[in-house]
């Protein structure tokens, strides 16, 4: 029998025909550890830009997928509900910095959040940076902010598109004059000013070859210091490591200008080395401080040469220590916060106390601490979600923090450290009644027996009779937490009458880092099955049925779903797969790629190839087999997760298909992995995806 592929033939769903566009496999098989293994779509990894038949081939599954689209009438009346939902005043967060308050804010539909400062939260806010005036179709983007110590400047970082390399420039503050400060291949690195305001520290990538910038290893990452005004080429080199191409440098300098502290990383993975240098001696270099990679190292803040770190070092789910930067031995460090039941996911050293933020359960639990160590009080939040911010320096007597829930708008409260009270400042206006909504926490069994807590949150009164549409997200990877956020899609979702349903799967930092551990390397099918088990305990309790139930996830959550999809096509009526790594064979030789082997291992390692190949979405899709409708999504610009892999994937899918269900592919443009998406495109692409679960789990709305 000759080969099929896509496109030789329509597929027939039930709300029509479709003819995919020609996907011709290419023979092609690589040797991997004595095994062959075929890889027939490796044409479609060539960047579109540069590849016209790669181009060709994306703007033809575009006519489809949108083709197909246009066809649902429900699409222009989920549009319209998003836009109006969305179309409220909205506050991102609050912090002080060089003695002014910020904000940032949107008036409702803007593409990008406007960064306002003021002499205070309660007076007139004035815009300091507004990036919707950086392009017409708002894919020019913020994308990092360091406020020198004085007040004087602001640096700030610039994405075209999505990508993940930015262009840092200088702004002054009082006067609105953006310098002439240009500073170009620069990502994954935090800018650090010096005490003085002179200039600050970052770290950049040597300029890739043209025409690769989105696709090429990044490696060779190198520590400079850059004086305002000068030109990028007069920067000092501070550190590098040539014989240590992987390795990457995050700066930070301590409140008292005293020491640069560098953070040394080489992966994905939360486990560091850290250099110091002494910036009051001008004959400094950075030294180490702490010389291997086995434990997490998260710098807080210092008094005087000792310095506190938030760590995994005998305590998995984390501790506080303090480090003598002029007499580092390990025995000599000091333990000033324990471990405690709940996971310790950050640290903050404000208004001489200590702010530590916990996760009990996926929701937030937020500490205060005095100087020793001493447990002060709980801060008293509004309820179950999530709190964020509590940033701040020594001498301050207040801080600030966002706190959200899936029934509850973001909002921002100034926290008196003091008092120890909270005051609500800002509060997003969504046109929703939030008593008509419920949201609990349900705990349920993985295949074997780890408990694993699963959010619900629907409409109040719904019954447990099998028919809700219900949408179960998960990402399950790189110590990531999921915990319960306020989103306009997902109360777009419920007011349509669906259920949302996030699950806190291994490989997340719910529980620290035995949790991670848990979803990583060998263990990567943990994260797989308890999702697998979610989908069946929603099953199982009535909430939904597999004719009713989609599953989603964006990139390490596009993995996911694009395993969960080929081991258990037959669970769930649709999928949307965002962004995801789906060939996990080459994921490796790509942009970042390269750091993700600490949680996915390696391919050349042959015990964990064997584990990536039995997970690979892209080499488990089975010719023949009946597979649950899909939406595939992914950006020209994704430089994180380059779109070959959605490519290939959607070109295995369609040509395998033995089912009638739809396998389409949805690809942005000017857009990348996420960062900085203007609304308008947000709102769109969320539009399709909705209208895509309206029609292939049959739903009424409006009706």
Do not use: C
């Not at 970052?202 to 070859?209: A, K, M, S, T």
């Not at 620290?512 to 309790?541: C, M, P, Y």
């Amino acid at each position: 029998m000759p080969d099929r592929t896509a496109g030789d033939r329509p597929e027939t769903t039930p709300y029509g025909t479709i003819r995919y566009p020609a996907s011709p496999p290419v023979p092609r098989t690589d040797r991997y550890h004595g095994r062959d293994v075929a890889d027939p779509f490796r044409w479609l990894e060539d960047d579109i830009r540069e590849t016209p038949r790669v181009e060709k081939w994306v703007a033809a599954q575009n006519d489809v997928t949108f083709a197909y689209l246009d066809g649902i009438p429900e699409r222009a009346a989920i549009r319209d509900r998003l836009t109006k939902l969305w179309n409220h005043e909205k506050f991102l967060s609050a912090f002080r910095a060089g003695g002014r308050d910020y904000l940032f804010r949107n008036d409702g539909l803007q593409n990008q959040f406007v960064l306002y400062t003021m002499d205070g939260l309660d007076e007139e806010p004035r815009v300091l940076i507004d990036p919707n005036a950086w392009s017409d179709d708002g894919t020019v983007a913020l994308a990092g902010l360091a406020f020198s110590d004085d007040g004087r400047y602001a640096a700030y970082g610039v994405t075209e598109s999505g990508s993940d390399w930015l262009t840092w420039r200088v702004k002054e503050i009082e006067t609105g004059r953006i310098l002439s400060d240009e500073l170009k291949w620069v990502k994954f690195t935090n800018v650090a000013w010096t005490k003085d305001g002179a200039g600050f520290f970052y770290g950049r990538y040597p300029e890739p070859v043209p025409g690769a910038e989105h696709q090429s290893l990044s490696l060779d990452h190198k520590l400079y210091h850059h004086l305002v005004g000068a030109p990028q080429a007069d920067d000092r080199l501070v550190y590098e490591r040539p014989d240590e191409p992987a390795w990457g440098f995050n700066p930070q300098v301590t409140e008292d200008g005293a020491y640069l502290v560098v953070t040394v990383w080489k992966g994905t993975d939360s486990k560091y080395r850290i250099l110091t240098q002494d910036l009051r001696d001008p004959g400094a270099v950075p030294a180490e401080l702490i010389g291997s990679f086995e434990n997490e190292y998260a710098f807080v803040g210092n008094d005087g040469p000792i310095l506190y770190f938030k760590t995994d070092l005998d305590a998995p789910r984390g501790r506080l220590i303090a480090v003598d930067a002029e007499d580092p031995r390990r025995d000599r460090w000091r333990e000033v916060i324990g471990e405690a039941e709940e996971t310790l996911t950050g640290v903050s050293n404000v208004g001489d106390t200590f702010i530590a933020s916990y996760l009990r359960d996926a929701r937030s639990l937020v500490k205060v601490f005095d100087m020793k160590g001493a447990y002060l009080r709980d801060v008293d939040l509004p309820g179950l979600g999530t709190a964020e911010g509590f940033t701040g320096r020594r001498a301050d007597k207040e801080t600030f923090y966002s706190f959200s829930s899936f029934d509850t708008p973001s909002s921002i409260h100034r926290y008196d450290l003091a008092g120890g009270t909270s005051r609500l400042l800002r509060r997003a206006a969504v046109d929703f009644d939030p008593d008509g909504y419920e949201v609990r926490q349900v705990f349920y069994e993985s295949e074997d027996g780890t408990r694993v807590p699963m959010f619900l949150a629907h409409r109040k009164g719904i019954e447990r009779d099998g028919k809700n549409p219900t949408l179960l997200y998960g990402y399950g990877g790189f110590n990531i937490s999921l915990t319960p956020a306020f989103s306009i899609i997902r109360l777009a979702w419920m007011e349509m009458g669906g259920v949302v349903a996030v699950a806190n799967l291994r490989g997340g930092g719910e529980y620290g880092e035995e949790w991670h551990r848990a979803g990583t390397g060998l263990n990567k099918q943990n994260v797989f099955d308890d999702f697998i088990a979610a989908a069946e305990w929603l099953i199982a309790s009535g909430t939904t049925s597999k004719e009713r139930l989609a599953i989603q996830g964006g990139s390490n959550g596009g993995l996911l779903v694009g395993a969960a999809v080929t081991q258990r096509p037959d669970l769930f009526a649709a999928a949307l797969a965002a962004n995801g790594v789906m060939d996990m064979l080459r994921f490796h030789l790509f942009t970042a790629g390269r750091f993700w082997v600490d949680d996915y291992g390696s391919p050349d390692d042959p015990e964990e190839f064997e584990a990536l190949l039995a997970y690979s979405p892209y080499h488990n899709v089975e010719e023949g087999r009946e597979y649950p409708a899909i939406l595939i999504t992914t950006a020209d610009t994704d430089d994180r997760v380059v779109p070959g892999h959605s490519f290939k994937f959607a070109a295995a899918l369609q040509k395998a298909q033995g089912g009638r269900a739809p396998v389409l592919i949805r690809v942005e443009t000017r857009a990348g992995h996420g960062m900085g998406k203007p609304t308008a495109k947000v709102i769109e692409e969320a539009a399709d995806q909705l209208t895509f679960l309206v029609k292939n789990l049959r739903m009424e709305i409006g009706r």
